[in-house]
């Protein structure tokens, strides 16, 4: 389904491209060596160069550029040999230099793409740039009537901000780009992509046209929305918005607005300024950044595997449907945790696992997949006890609430609850022989041909049994007894 606008006018489609901070995960900051540690009390991570005294000059933070590479790898984009640090001048009171230091120029990272699931397949949204910049610091105005306070700990942490092209036509498709964004940069380690911490921050642009304009209409901008489902009302709002005003005739002016969720509007907050306003400059302390191909290559060398290699391999390698292994890896841990579970083991019940038992426990519990009590190998010598029939499916689910419960290995709990299954045909014989002479008038049904009741007794071994016993086995055998007291 095509996302459109029905107005008076016509069709109107979106026109939305987003702008995606993403703090870099980095011992230190990206120009001083105080550490970039999140959470710590106010200032107390914060050098002279950060608080903008005099005489200090900023150290190029060589991890950094790395990461911001590393990224632009996962992005599929052209890497730049050379880029240019430059300054962009305003005053706020949690910016104490008076200007950030940015590329605005000669960005580390140039074209790239992003490929995102729709309706009608697959996508490909074009990433512009990712540059590398410095993070301002943090007003607080809610802990006092008539002061605000300012935290310096975020002044000065690198960041990424990565610039889409205006492609994104729906707002499905701007959360499935920042989900694959946001699983990429973790795979990478390059940012923890915590939305609601901060870590990874979303500007969103947003205009509308009618269908079969080329042009673009004016757009608007929203601020720092934290989360990928506010992204999203945020951009089908806002669309909206601008159709009615176009449609009653009226005009909007372009400018930067707040997404406010919890009375779910977009509001005004300033007029759009530009490039120009900023006075930008190249940073005379900051000399041009000049890599190697060398260098740039030894990074690609030790990339780890993305998220859509790693998808393309569980299908071919490991036979697991398209949509198990699209869960699997949208998240890092979880794939990792399924891996090592699969190792020597039936990938697809491993798989099921996975998603049903492991996860339906894990959400109950509020843990991540990194603190399961069921540690990956335990849940495959699970799937393992299956598969060579040592107990049946059934029972697997109680051992796995007892795995879950007490971080036991699945063959001790086995082994202490007495829950193998039997597979003594004899002792399995002699069992169903009991039922039936305790049953001789549904026996006598059954031979008068009314097979439906044959279920009743398989219900009946499995009860005796505990659910020990494999139900094909017990099928075989209880039409083997039957024939004999038919006999
Ligand atoms: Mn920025």
């Given at each position: 389904m095509t996302y459109r606008i029905t107005g008076k006018s016509g069709e109107?489609?979106?026109?939305?491209?987003?702008?995606?901070?993403?703090?870099?995960?980095?011992?230190?900051?990206?120009?001083?060596?105080?550490?970039?540690?999140?959470?710590?009390?106010?200032?107390?991570?914060?050098?002279?160069?950060?608080?903008?005294?005099?005489?200090?000059?900023?150290?190029?933070?060589?991890?950094?550029?790395?990461?911001?590479?590393?990224?632009?790898?996962?992005?599929?984009?052209?890497?730049?040999?050379?880029?240019?640090?430059?300054?962009?001048?305003?005053?706020?009171?949690?910016?104490?230099?008076?200007?950030?230091?940015?590329?605005?120029?000669?960005?580390?990272?140039?074209?790239?793409?992003?490929?995102?699931?729709?309706?009608?397949?697959?996508?490909?949204?074009?990433?512009?740039?990712?540059?590398l910049e410095q993070d301002a610091g943090k007003s607080i105005h809610?802990?006092?009537?008539?002061?605000?306070?300012?935290?310096?700990?975020?002044?000065?942490?690198?960041?990424?901000?990565?610039?889409?092209?205006?492609?994104?036509?729906?707002?499905?498709?701007?959360?499935?780009?920042?989900?694959?964004?946001?699983?990429?940069?973790?795979?990478?380690?390059?940012?923890?992509?915590?939305?609601?911490?901060?870590?990874?921050?979303?500007?969103?642009?947003?205009?509308?046209?009618?269908?079969?304009?080329?042009?673009?209409?004016?757009?608007?901008?929203?601020?720092?929305?934290?989360?990928?489902?506010?992204?999203?009302?945020?951009?089908d709002l806002e669309a909206h918005r601008q159709v009615e005003l176009y449609e009653a005739g009226e005009s909007f002016p372009q400018e930067t607005r707040l997404f406010d969720a919890a009375s779910g509007e977009t509001r005004s907050m300033r007029s759009k300024e530009n490039a120009l306003d900023y006075r930008y400059f190249p940073d005379p302390d900051l000399p041009p950044l000049e890599l190697t191909d060398e260098y740039i290559e030894n990074i690609r060398k030790n990339l780890p595997e993305l998220p859509e290699a790693k998808r393309l391999r569980f299908i071919e390698q490991l036979g697991l449907p398209e949509y198990d292994a699209g869960i699997l890896v949208a998240d890092r841990d979880t794939a990792a945790y399924f891996e090592k579970a699969a190792q020597g083991q039936d990938a697809k019940k491993v798989a099921n696992w996975v998603m049903g038992d492991l996860f339906a426990a894990l959400n109950k519990d509020c843990l991540a997949i990194t603190q399961s009590p069921v540690a990956p190998e335990q849940l495959g010598a699970l799937v393992g006890?299956?598969?060579?029939?040592?107990?049946?499916?059934?029972?697997?689910?109680?051992?796995?609430?007892?795995?879950?419960?007490?971080?036991?290995?699945?063959?001790?709990?086995?082994?202490?609850?007495?829950?193998?299954?039997?597979?003594?045909?004899?002792?399995?014989?002699?069992?169903?022989?009991?039922?039936l002479a305790d049953n001789m008038d549904k026996v006598a049904e059954i031979h008068a041909g009314k097979d439906k009741l044959k279920g009743w007794f398989v219900g009946q071994i499995m009860k005796a049994s505990q659910g020990k016993v494999n139900p094909g086995l017990a099928n075989q055998l209880l039409d083997k007894k039957l024939a004999e007291t038919k006999a």
């Open positions: 109107w489609e979106l026109v939305c491209g987003l702008e995606v901070h993403c703090q870099i995960i980095s011992e230190s900051k990206v120009f001083s060596g105080a550490s970039a540690a999140f959470g710590a009390a106010p200032n107390q991570h914060v050098a002279f160069l950060d608080a903008g005294f005099p005489g200090q000059l900023p150290v190029l933070n060589i991890k950094c550029v790395e990461q911001c590479i590393k990224t632009g790898m996962g992005l599929n984009a052209k890497i730049n040999k050379h880029s240019v640090f430059d300054r962009k001048n305003y005053f706020y009171g949690d910016l104490p230099t008076g200007y950030q230091i940015t590329q605005l120029f000669y960005p580390i990272v140039g074209e790239g793409y992003i490929e995102v699931e729709t309706e009608d397949g697959k996508r490909k949204i074009g990433v512009e740039r990712l540059h809610d802990m006092h009537p008539t002061y605000s306070y300012l935290d310096f700990n975020r002044t000065g942490v690198g960041l990424m901000e990565i610039v889409s092209k205006p492609d994104i036509r729906s707002p499905e498709e701007a959360g499935d780009y920042l989900r694959k964004l946001r699983a990429m940069v973790r795979y990478l380690g390059t940012c923890d992509g915590n939305m609601d911490e901060g870590s990874m921050r979303c500007d969103i642009n947003v205009s509308v046209r009618l269908v079969g304009e080329t042009e673009f209409r004016h757009r608007v901008e929203i601020k720092n929305v934290n989360s990928v489902k506010f992204v999203m009302q945020a951009i006890l299956i598969t060579q029939g040592v107990i049946s499916g059934k029972i697997a689910k109680e051992v796995f609430e007892e795995m879950f419960k007490t971080g036991k290995n699945p063959d001790v709990i086995v082994k202490e609850k007495g829950l193998e299954q039997v597979s003594d045909t004899g002792a399995i014989e002699a069992m169903i022989a009991q039922i």
